[in-house]
């Protein structure tokens, strides 16, 4: 399985822009990148998601590099409710009968 | 809206004792999975289930069964439990159609003495 590497900790100023690397060199052509979020004492949540392209929602967007063995998850404004720990994941169909692996994500630390 | 619910949510053991987690979700999604996760850890896939009466294992089994006797629920058994298996239970459940994202419940924090 493609794995993907991040950061362990992040810290970030409120309402100022976090960018959020994640690599995955391994990635074949048929992984979606996935993006999820766990805010403390929560189960994760699903942030965004995307396969080459840039992809913007309203919780964030997903800048994924030309050769899409890097991607970087961009929070444009946080806020102190954005601290959470997040997590990079790959997927690849057919979808559902996978076994997602979160690994340890980076916790993002917003200073007030 | 409910989504993926978890019951309970907090529970002590003592070990050799056994119980069950119970997971429910309403939205009709075909395959459902338990994880578990430490401190300080990601989390580790116990079981999962792509449909009703079907389980698999995951990557850390030993200790726990399943069982998903309707669509809607599945049950997470620990038949003597260990100390080890103090961890936070996670249900999520996937829709089978197209690259939907998984919904996870709030989690049991579950505590083994």
């Known amino acids: 399985d493609a794995k993907t590497t991040q950061p362990n900790s992040m810290e970030s100023n409120e309402e100022e822009p976090v960018h959020l690397p994640c690599n995955h060199s391994?990635?074949?052509?048929?992984?979606?990148i996935h993006w999820y979020r766990q805010l403390p004492s929560q189960g994760p949540e699903y942030v965004i998601h995307?396969?080459?392209s840039n992809v913007n929602n309203r919780m964030a967007s997903l800048a994924i590099a030309e050769d899409r063995k890097s991607s970087t998850l961009i929070l444009h404004r946080a806020t102190l409710r954005d601290a959470a720990v997040y997590y990079c994941?790959?997927?690849?169909?057919?979808?559902?009968?996978?076994?997602?692996?979160f690994g340890t994500g980076t916790r993002l630390t917003i200073i007030p | 809206n409910a989504g993926v619910t978890q019951t309970p949510k907090f529970r002590v053991l003592k070990t050799g004792q056994s119980m069950t987690l119970l997971c429910a979700q309403d939205?009709?999604?075909?395959?459902m999975y338990w994880y578990r996760q430490d401190p300080g850890m990601g989390l580790r896939l116990i079981h999962y289930?792509?449909?009703?009466?079907?389980?698999a294992k995951g990557e850390v089994p030993d200790g726990y069964n399943v069982s998903r006797l309707k669509k809607q629920n599945f049950l997470l058994g620990l038949e003597s439990a260990a100390p080890s298996q103090t961890s936070v239970y996670f249900c999520?459940?996937?829709?089978?159609?197209?690259?939907?994202?998984?919904?996870f419940g709030d989690g049991t924090r579950l505590s083994i003495l």
């Open positions: 994941i790959l997927r690849a169909p057919p979808f559902g009968n996978e076994k997602l692996t």
């Open positions: 939205m009709n999604h075909e395959y």
């Open positions: 289930s792509v449909g009703e009466g079907t389980t």
């Open positions: 995307g396969l080459t």
């Open positions: 999520a459940s996937i829709s089978v159609e197209g690259n939907q994202p998984q919904h």
């Open positions: 391994t990635i074949s052509g048929t992984d979606y």
